[in-house]
C-alpha cells in the first residue's frame, strides 16, 4: 500500500473525525463533500464521534482476507455509536462466543493492518466490550 | 421506444475451467448465442465483467472479445458494477434497441476467477465493498453477508435452518441443470456443519469461485418476429437503482433499497405486479441474500423470507419459485456473467427448453442481479409471446 493511501484517512481513523450538516444536524462518517440530497457543500461543519456506542450487528471471521492471516479467527461488527452513528471496526479482547447485539462498547486506537512485503502499519479504531462479566484485557 | 425480446442464449457448463481462457469462455458463450438466435451478424455487444484486471490481469476486453469472436471492428463496451456487471450489460442492450440506434445487440457477461489464488481471488471480490471503511477493518464479502444474516435473525427470527433450506433447495434445482458447477444435492445437516467461514454463514451458505460466461442475443420485436423461429421472449421492462456500498451507511441492514427501488421501477415499466410473477432467478450470493431479495420484489412479507425455501413456497412446484437454474450456490457465481445466466435461465424455462427442472406453464418472469452487498441491483421482468 502506497503510504499516501493510508495517511491521508489519519483524521477518520486516528481521531474520529466527521462531518455534521449544520441544517439537518446529520453526521457522515466518513466526512464527505456533499450533503446528500441537497448537492449542498456549504453546511458540512467539522465534528468529532464519540468513542461510546454498541453492537448493532457483528460476525466472526474464521477465513481472512491475507493481511489478516495472522489473526482469524476475528470479530468484525458494525457499531452503533451513542450519537447515532455507524461505524464498521473490529470488536477485540473479547470472547467471541460471548458476544451479543446490544453489548456496550468502548471505541480505541489500535493496529489495524501489516501490509505488503515492506510491512506498512496501518493504524484506526476497534471497539472493546465495556459490559462487566465480559472479559477485557 | 421500440420493443426488445431475447432472441439466442448461449453458456458454458461452469466450474475450474482450467483448460479455457478468459477469451475462449466468452467466444464460447457467444458463439453459441448466436448460432441459437440464427442471425449472421449483430451490430454491438456490451460485456459485464468486475474484475478481469485483477482475475486475469486483463483490460480491454470488449476489443479482445470482437476480435477474437472475429466479428471485425464490432462497437463493444465492457461494462462494471461489481456482481450486477451482468445486470447492466442487459440493461445497456436493452437501450440501445429500444432507442432505435441498433436492431441486434449481445448482452454478455465473464469472469475467469480460477487464474489467481484464493487469497487474490478473496481480495479481487473484495474491492466491490468500502475499501477504506470495510475491507481495510477485516471486513470479507461473507463477513458483510453475515452481519446482515445476524440482523436479519435478531430482528425477525429467522434461523440457520432456514438459512440452510436455501442452499438445499438451489442444490436440488442445480442437480437438475447440467451447466451447474456444483449439479449435486446437500442437506440441511450438511449445510450447518460445513466449514464456518464467517459466522453465522457455513461455506455451504456461500456462492462458489467460478469460470464461465454467458450471453443473449436482443433484437427489436420487429426483427425478433422475422428471425426467431422459438418462442419469442419479450422483455417487458427493467430497474436499476445503486445504494450505498459501506453496509454502517445503510439506514437497515435487513433491507436491500437498491433491490426495493430497482423492482419498482421493474414492475411499474413492465405493468406487472409481484402476484403476476411466475418465477424468478435471484442473486443468493449467501442464502440471506435470497431471504431478503425475495422479501424485497414484494414475494414474502418483510421478515417471512425464512419460511420460503422451508416450507416449499420457492421450490419447483410452489407458490414462487426462486432460482430453478440452481442460483448462484449450485450453478456457480462468475460474477460478471451471473446476471446474463438469470435471463438465460428465464428465456429457457419460457421456452419450454429446461428439461428436468421446467415450471410447468410459465409465463412471466423476472431477474434481480445485486452487486457488492447490495450496492447496485439491476431487475428485469420478461414475458414469453
Sequence with gaps: MFPGRTWREYPQRYRLEAVKCSKSGSVYFPPRLVTPGTLDSDCLEPYTLPDDGTIYTFTVIEVPPNQFKDEAPYVVGIIELSDGTKITCQVTDCDPSKLEIGQKVKIEFRRIQTDGEHG??????KAVPALKGVTTV | MREVAIIGVGMNKWGELWEKSLRDIYVEAALAAIKDA???????????????????????????FADYLGIKNLPTTRVESAC???????????????????????????EKMTDCSGDDATYALATAADQEYEAFHGATFPGLYAMMARRHMHEYGTTQEQLAHVAVKNHKNGSKNPNAQYPFEVTVDGVLNSVMVADPLHILDCSPITDGAACVVMADLETAKKICKKPIVKVLGFGHATDA?????????????????????????????????????????????EIMVIEDLGFFEKGKGGTGAESGE???????????????????HPVGATGVAQAIEVTKQLRGEAGDRQIKGAKTALTQNMGGSGGSTVVHIMEVL
Design chain 1, 120 to 125: 506498512v502499519l496501518s493504524y484506526g479504531y
Design chain 2, 38 to 64: 440464427g442471425v449472421d451478424t449483430v451490430d454491438g455487444m456490451y460485456v459485464g465483467a468486475m474484475t478481469p484486471g485483477l482475475f486475469v490481469g486483463q483490460e480491454h476486453i470488449g476489443s479482445l
Design chain 2, 314 to 332: 420457492t421450490h419447483i412446484g410452489g407458490r414462487i419459485p426462486i432460482n430453478p437454474s440452481g442460483g448462484l450456490k449450485s450453478k456457480g
Design chain 2, 84 to 110: 450486477a456487471s451482468g445486470g447492466v450489460a442487459l440493461k445497456s442492450a436493452f437501450l440501445e434497441i429500444a432507442s432505435g440506434f441498433s436492431d441486434i445487440v449481445i448482452a454478455g457477461g465473464v
Design chain 2, 245 to 289: 456500498i459501506a453496509l454502517h451507511s445503510r439506514k437497515s441492514l435487513t433491507r436491500l433499497d437498491a433491490t426495493i427501488l430497482a423492482a419498482e421501477r421493474a414492475y411499474k415499466m413492465a405493468g406487472k405486479k409481484p402476484e403476476d410473477i411466475d418465477f424468478a432467478e435471484v442473486h443468493d450470493c449467501f442464502t440471506i441474500a
